[in-house]
């Protein structure tokens, strides 16, 4: 690429300035366009919709303002599943991001096992959502899955993971903890490998053991990845929709009924697109001002 | 399977009682023979001539209202339900249809039930919904109340309407409109494994007047269940189990009554389920089946073919299921008893139906398709796919295997215990929250509350429905 020299404030860019740009604008229209249209002109569709009343299947769409937010806000069943999609992050990201990081420090050192671990943690990412949880149903069922035959090998009697009120949650949580952890591992490598070896030798000449170089060099040097890590989980948490569907469909006793499922139920299972609309869009407020507040406590200079 | 071919003898073969239970397991392997790929070797109607695709006339002719009908080159969109028997009997139907009428061409986009009204919601809000829709019966009334669906009243004549059974068109109608056309029906039977129950000593009825209650039921299924074995696997839910529930009401009580309310489901207006579908009656009913999960007679986590498999004694099943029974399992030896009832012998039946979009640019080919997929020799054609009940008595009346047991105790229980689902505008609705409240019985919760939850959740949605459609 020639460099170019330097331009007068209001001159022409040079015809071969002119000709990089229109090629690279051209390489970027279409997925821009795409993001528009798919992105955030969804985003504005939902707001629009968010203000009526309305029925996919009908068509009937009556304004209603902000009624539909007024209604959220007193809806005891979206406000219990907002309650259940932050246990399932807390419980979600509190195991799977200081396994990942575990993980990833495995996974970091040149040992003989290191490539089995790295397919393995991350084999289950690239696999399809459908596909793993209908197997951990059947993994979970108490009749005929693995886990209850072993079990019963030890003696213990099985456990009716997906049935059981209390079991439910964290059962469904472990399962999307083990799907995941591949992607926050991955994310934790990255950033461990960014980490110059020099401040380690520093840290060993000023007579740091191990657990203190981790303290004190790795842990803040990896505050960004941490951060992109957190964020990536939060919205993944909040987001969660495959298993629910697949596994629980929201049950036992609303125990598993996260956000996004609800909001599915209401739009195509009760037809009230309107209503489920709104509550999209605040369940996107959510995530954004969580967002805000990840990048706000994890700043780094 | 594109073609379907003359047959040339008897397939089903009159069984008469006492049969051994090797031959009535013949007769049920050849009954769902194509299904599975077996060989079909003959008629499966005895006294009918069966369908030879040498004729040269249709099976409906294009007249009257649906004169014009084909005159033009048309492609139909059809909606269809995945799997075995649609898979290949729709194909082989499709194939058949098209030979009859050469210039009407039907596409077939198929997919599981549980995502077909996702599907027409989709299709519906972008203005380009199928032009003929497979889809449950009592759906029907939901999407006939959002003007999704043709009228179908002008294409049909009345006499041609007068061969089905009344619970078809009972189903498919709302608002004195019919919307939809039926091919089959079903009655549930309780199946069970004869050696569990030799085993301990149970012989159960064969004839529906001296049927199982419930709690009879429930003494017998505790006595067959081991700690490796449940005594029952009830296996789709909502939909046989709110029958079961139905039978604690009575409706020959009066109207105002806990027991009337409790058989009706909702009221007679289709405006209130609140004191029906939580009356006490149904309540007490649902908590003998929480006993059946809490005493692990029944599982609450399904179980893939529980009872061929010896997981379970016994199956709520229907004939639907019973093809894939027969052919997965040849070797296990089973047999059949009424549906237990609490108070009122009362199951429900119904099957899915053919219906025609409203919005459809091709509204006679699409009525005809509908129509002819319906019709007498295309039932004949269908059974050899899907040996199911037939919706029309005169076909129905022609299979030789519903004059013996076990067929017969479904072609019985239909007529005389049968009726369709509870007539409600949002059945998609009703039938979700109803699913959930099971759930949550079965994983423990106080049953009453759950009953009282589920009606006033339907009531809700209800009384929105009906505020928006005055």
Same mark, same amino acid.
């Given at each position: ?53 309305? &029925?996919? @299947?009908?068509?009937? +769409? ?7 937010? *007024?209604?959220?806000?007193? /809806?005891? $069943? =979206? ?80 456990? &009716?993971? @997906?049935?059981?009120? +209390? ?7 472990? *399962?999307?903890?083990?799907? /995941?952890? $591949? =992607? ?118 | ?470």
């Amino acid at each position: 690429m020639p460099i170019e020299p330097q331009r007068r404030r209001g001159a022409l860019p040079s015809p071969s300035t002119r000709r990089a740009l229109l090629t690279a604008g051209t390489f970027l229209a279409v997925p821009l366009a795409g993001l528009l249209i798919f992105r955030v002109g969804t985003v504005g569709q939902a707001l629009v919709n968010s203000l009526y009343q309305y &029925n996919l @299947l009908s068509g009937t +769409r009556v304004f209603v303002g902000v009624g539909n937010y *007024v209604r959220a806000a007193q /809806d005891a $069943g =979206f406000l219990l599943s907002l309650l259940v999609t932050c246990q399932y992050a807390v419980m979600k990201i509190g195991v799977q991001l200081p396994l990942a990081l575990g993980i990833a420090l495995l996974m970091q050192k040149s040992w003989r096992w290191a490539g089995v671990v790295r397919t393995a943690v991350y084999l289950p990412v690239v696999t399809p959502f459908v596909v793993v949880a209908t197997l951990w149903a059947l993994m979970y069922n108490p009749t005929i899955g693995i886990i209850a035959a072993l079990l019963r090998t030890a003696r213990v009697p099985p456990l &009716n993971f @997906l049935v059981d009120p +209390r079991l439910a949650l964290p059962s469904l949580t472990a *399962v999307t903890i083990w799907k /995941d952890l $591949g =992607f926050s591992a991955l994310i934790f490598l990255a950033g461990l490998q960014g980490i110059p070896q020099g401040y380690y030798e520093a840290a060993q000449v000023d007579g740091a053991g191990p657990w203190r170089q981790f303290w004190n060099v790795t842990l803040p040097l990896l505050k960004r990845f941490t951060l992109f890590a957190l964020v990536i989980a939060t919205i993944n948490a909040f987001q969660v929709y495959t298993p629910v569907y697949v596994m629980t469909q929201g049950g036992p006793l609303d125990r598993t009924k996260v956000a996004t499922y609800y909001m599915y139920e209401r739009a195509f299972l009760f037809y009230q697109m309107g209503y489920a609309s709104a509550l999209a869009i605040i369940v996107l407020l959510m995530i954004l001002g969580l967002s805000a507040l990840y990048f706000r406590l994890l700043r780094t200079e | 399977m594109s073609t379907p071919t003359e047959p040339t003898g008897p397939c089903v073969t009159p069984r008469p009682r006492g049969v051994s239970r090797a031959s009535r397991r013949r007769f049920l392997q050849h009954s769902i023979g194509a299904v599975v790929g077996l060989h079909v070797s003959g008629s499966l109607f005895s006294g009918l001539t069966p369908p030879t695709v040498r004729a040269a006339a249709t099976w409906v002719d294009p007249t009257g209202p649906l004169a014009g009908a084909g005159d033009a080159a048309v492609t139909l969109r059809f909606l269809d339900e995945a799997g075995s028997p649609w898979d290949e009997g729709h194909e082989a139907m499709i194939a058949e249809f098209q030979r009859q009428y050469p210039s009407i061409k039907v596409q077939r986009n198929a997919m599981p039930i549980t995502e077909l009204y996702r599907q027409v919601q989709t299709q519906v809000a972008a203005s380009d919904p199928p032009d003929v829709l497979y889809i449950d019966g009592p759906a029907v009334a939901s999407f006939a109340a959002e003007n999704v669906l043709l009228p179908l009243n002008p294409y049909v004549p009345a006499d041609d309407l007068r061969d089905f059974y009344p619970s078809s068109l009972q189903e498919a109608t709302w608002g004195g409109k019919l919307y939809g056309l039926a091919s089959e029906q079903s009655a549930p039977l309780l199946y069970y494994r004869l050696d569990a129950f030799d085993a301990a000593g149970i012989k159960p009825p064969e004839s529906l007047a001296t049927a199982w209650t419930w709690p009879q039921a429930f003494e017998a299924l505790k006595k067959v269940t081991k700690p490796d074995r449940y005594g029952l696997d009830l296996i789709t839910g909502q939909y046989l189990l709110a029958g079961c529930l139905r039978s604690a009401g009575d409706p020959r009580a009066p109207k105002t009554s806990s027991a009337y309310k409790a058989w009706a489901g909702i009221s007679p207006d289709g405006r209130t389920v609140v004191g029906y579908q939580d009356a006490p009656e149904v309540v007490q009913a649902m908590q003998l089946f929480q006993d059946m999960w809490k005493q692990n007679i029944m599982p609450s986590s399904p179980i893939p073919d529980a009872m061929p498999t010896g997981r379970a004694a016994a199956w709520l099943g229907a004939e639907w299921a019973e093809g894939k029974l027969v052919a997965k399992y040849p070797n296990v030896k089973w047999s059949v008893t009424p549906t237990p009832y609490f108070r009122t012998p009362f199951v429900h039946n119904g099957s899915l139906t053919y219906t025609v979009s409203a919005r459809t640019r091709h509204a006679k080919e699409a009525v005809l398709f509908a129509r002819w997929i319906t019709s007498g020799p295309a039932e004949q054609f269908w059974f050899q796919y899907n040996p199911q009940l037939p919706a029309r008595r005169t076909a129905a009346n022609k299979v030789d295997a519903y004059k013996h047991f076990p067929k017969s105790l479904d072609l019985q229980e239909f007529e005389r215990w049968g009726a369709p689902r509870i007539r409600i505008p949002i059945y998609t609705q009703y039938s979700t929250l109803l699913s959930e409240a099971i759930t949550n019985v079965s994983a423990g919760a106080d049953v009453k509350t759950q009953m009282t939850t589920f009606a006033a959740k339907v009531q809700a949605l209800l009384d929105d429905f009906w505020t928006t459609h005055k």
